[in-house]
């Protein structure tokens, strides 16, 4: 087994966080245990129940949360009457904050992978005497590089059937604004082929070879549809992080202990992220899993797990 085995949550809600958001989020494990916060990829991918293996079930009490508009909060962003004005990198950290002290924690482990791991270390910097350690997997660091590497013509280069496939018909300019139109398009069936082309490449590359059709989880519309919104609406605005501030303010993490765990073949956020991080923050241990890429496998799952039992 790589992980341990998945729990039902004790407690679950739902958070009234501001300007008419509703987060839902859930406890698993030991009520009495460790605490420790997640925070999924996407953005806009919701908690999924994998998140659950990652911990000792009687060791930790862990939070998993949805954040903004996606997965079991509300509103969602599959209505396209969801304003999405009110989700930024901002409102998630204040959003986890306010469920931290909602549920009475002081300090929590924090764990992240692929955006997840950007906004947990947003979240760590913002907070960091509320956090005893952090674990990141799929690291990205929110760089305005990286997102033009994954969003606008760099992983092209591996993927150049694919990437033509999502830019064919759009107009002279940035694919994202494009897409972010599309998306927002008042006609059903605009919105809808936006969607498949832009999870399409979503579903391409995060291993290799490159996956034919749609991942299993952009087989529901609705998911597909508020993954797409939400992530073009934090692309187009580089997440609202100055460029490389993560990585200078990464000082701010020198009192707290960490493991980076990243695959070697990880075309959607390069190693060499996860390797700047370690520079920046050398407090932190990195494991490099040769044959993994962004999407997590029984190696990365082990690693996770021995990470957070490391610290438990």
């Known amino acids: 087994m790589a992980g341990y085995p998945e729990t039902e949550p004790f407690d679950s809600g739902r958070l009234e966080v501001g300007d008419g958001n509703v987060v839902y989020w859930e406890l698993c494990g030991n009520p009495s245990g460790k605490p420790a916060v997640v925070f999924h990829g996407g953005p806009g991918s919701g908690c999924s129940p994998w998140w659950r293996t990652l911990f000792d079930p009687d060791a930790y009490r862990v939070v998993l949360f949805d954040q903004r508009n996606c997965g079991r909060s509300e509103p969602h962003a599959s209505d396209p009457a969801t304003d999405l004005a ?7 950290i204040a959003d986890a904050e306010l469920l931290r002290e909602q549920l009475g924690i002081g300090r929590w482990l924090v764990l ?7 906004l947990g270390l947003a979240y760590a910097e913002a907070h960091p005497e509320q956090v005893t350690e952090i674990v990141l997997c799929a690291i990205t660091t929110g760089r305005h590089a990286e997102f033009d590497w994954l969003f606008r013509g760099g992983l092209a280069r591996f ?3 694919q990437w033509a496939s999502l830019v064919e018909g759009l107009p002279e300019g940035d694919v994202v604004e494009a897409y972010h139109r ?4 008042p006609e059903p069936a605009v919105r809808q082929q936006a969607t498949t082309s832009w999870c399409l490449w ?4 995060p291993a290799w070879p490159p996956t034919d059709g749609l991942a299993e989880r952009f087989k529901d519309p609705d ?10 609406h934090y692309v187009m605005h580089n997440a609202w992080l100055e460029d490389e501030i993560l990585l200078r ?7 707290i202990p960490g493991v980076l765990i990243h695959g070697r073949f990880d075309f959607q956020a390069p190693l060499e992220n996860a390797y ?3 520079r920046a923050w050398p407090e932190a241990s990195l494991v490099v899993i040769d044959d993994a890429g962004h999407m997590p496998t029984d190696a990365v799952t082990r690693e996770l797990a021995r990470a957070t039992d490391g610290f438990r």
């Open 182 to 185: 599309l998306l927002n398009d």
């Open 223 to 232: 998911y597909a549809l508020a993954f797409a919104r939400i992530v073009t």
């Open 159 to 161: 993927f150049p059937e």
């Open 112 to 118: 992240g992978g692929s955006w997840g791991s950007t």
């Open 249 to 255: 303010n990464a000082g701010l993490l020198r009192e």
């Open 86 to 92: 009110a989700n930024t990198t901002q409102h998630l």
């Open 276 to 278: 700047a991080l370690s």
């Open 202 to 205: 979503e579903s391409a590359t």
